[in-house]
């Protein structure tokens, strides 16, 4: 199985971690959106990461292979079956997708993807604001649900916590870290979550690659 992308991607990385608790093996193929391959065009038509191939299967989109991933190999379970549990579960996968990497998209593309990547200068002003105005209450949002056992879903590792923490891990890449004085649960549950080698591996990859 082939997975298109980069790792520092949170996308990617979401992917390749839930992979990698269920014990399953991806091949990570290099791609980005303005220089990917025929193969990678293929899978992903629109050119977003990740894409993914499995045979003569083609897909793309974190939340539609996790979906597949899980259905060829239920257990480990990272996907609650509990109704309730369930739907938090893709609740917490969708506000990391959307609302944490609204904001934190702006702050890593215009100080790390434009500048470093592109060659291009970010946007300072927007990266700024997205810092000062939006991250905050995302933050604290973080902090009021973390529960006493320190994960999200079930009092375990679930879908929830690979996809909340990886946008997180992304933007430490800019030296960035969430503030223990401020939040000092979601510090705490952070270092957890990146803790396991499933996050690890790549991070330190991505750190060697990037001198962050």
Known sequence: ??????????????????????????????????????????????????????????ISDSTAIITYLDAIKPEPNLIPLEPKARARTIWYEEFADTILMGCGGKIFFNRFVSPRLLGKPGDEAVAAAAEKDELPPVL?????????????????????????????????????????????????YVDTVLARPSLATWIAQERAAFGT
Not at 23 to 50: C, I, Y
């Open 140 to 188: 604290a949002y973080i902090e009021g649900v973390i529960p006493p056992s320190g994960w999200l879903v079930e009092d375990r590792l679930t879908l929830a916590d690979l996809s909340v923490v990886n946008p997180i891990a992304t933007l430490m890449h800019l030296g960035w870290r969430v503030d223990p004085s401020l939040y000092p649960k979601t510090a705490a």
């Open 1 to 58: 199985m082939k997975l298109f992308g980069a790792s520092a991607s949170p996308y990617v990385r979401k992917v390749l971690a839930f992979a990698a608790e269920k014990g399953m093996e991806l091949e990570l193929v290099f791609a980005n959106p303005l220089d990917g391959s025929a193969e990678f065009a293929k899978a992903s038509p629109f050119r977003k990461m990740p894409a993914f191939q499995d045979g003569d299967f083609l």
